[in-house]
C-alpha cells in the first residue's frame, strides 16, 4: 500500500500534540511545534497507524 501523509503546523487545545485524520491512502495530520517535534508526532502516528511506517511518503505544508 501506498500512502500519503500531508503534515502541517498547528497550535493545538491544551493536551493535543498532534492529530490525524486518515482519507483512504491519505493522511493528514497536524502537531504542535510548541510541544513536539515533526519527529516525534511522525513516530506517534506511526504507532497509532503501524501499516504506514514503510509505506508512507510525506509532504509538508506551511501553517497558516
Known amino acids: 500500500m501506498s500512502a500519503e501523509v500531508l503534515i502541517q503546523e498547528a ?14 491512502t491519505r493522511v493528514r495530520m497536524a502537531y504542535d511545534p510548541r510541544r513536539v517535534t515533526e519527529a516525534t508526532a ?5 504507532r497509532r497507524l503501524p501499516s504506514l511506517a514503510d509505506a508512507a ?8
Do not use: A, K, N, W
Open 11 to 24: 497550535e493545538l487545545d491544551e493536551g493535543h500534540v498532534m492529530i490525524h485524520r486518515q482519507f483512504g
Open 57 to 64: 511518503t510525506t509532504r509538508r505544508r506551511i501553517s497558516v
Open 42 to 46: 511522525l513516530h506517534l502516528l506511526y
